[in-house]
Nanobody, 117 residues
Framework: QVQLVESGGGLVQAGGSLRLSCAAS????????MGWYRQAPGKQRELVAT???????NYADSVKGRFTISRDSAKSTVYLQMNSLKAEDTAVYYC???????????WGKGTLVTVSS
């Protein structure tokens, strides 16, 4: 059974920082591209950042220079370091795994990030 468990969300003031973590189980971590997505109230889910097993990264324009995605293969965990947070970063953040052996997308349940202005 595949599980993606996010942690690290919470309430932070604008300009502050948070680090999200996502622990993966039930998959070969090295065979997955990992990512973070977010969904703000009344909006569609959108890409935040992705990272391949080789370390290649991709970021949404809105977070470039502020957010950093990384992964630890030994812990099967992906991180999202979020700095200089803005009110518009408020959303539920979801961990995603695109698993190459079966072409499936897996999702975590999400963690809420609230940035107060």
């Amino acid at each position: 059974q595949v599980q993606l468990v996010e942690s690290g969300g919470g309430l932070v003031q604008a300009g502050g920082s948070l680090r999200l973590s996502c622990a993966a189980s039930g998959i070969l971590f090295s065979r997955a591209t990992m990512g973070w997505y977010r969904q703000a109230p009344g909006k569609q889910r959108e890409l935040v950042a992705t990272i391949t097993n080789g370390g290649g990264t991709n970021y949404a324009d809105s977070v470039k220079g502020r957010f950093t995605i990384s992964r630890d293969s030994a812990k099967s965990t992906v991180y999202l370091q979020m700095n200089s947070l803005k009110a518009e970063d408020t959303a539920v953040y979801y961990c995603n795994a695109f698993y190459y052996p079966n072409g499936m997308n897996y999702w975590g349940k999400g963690t809420l990030v609230t940035v107060s202005s």
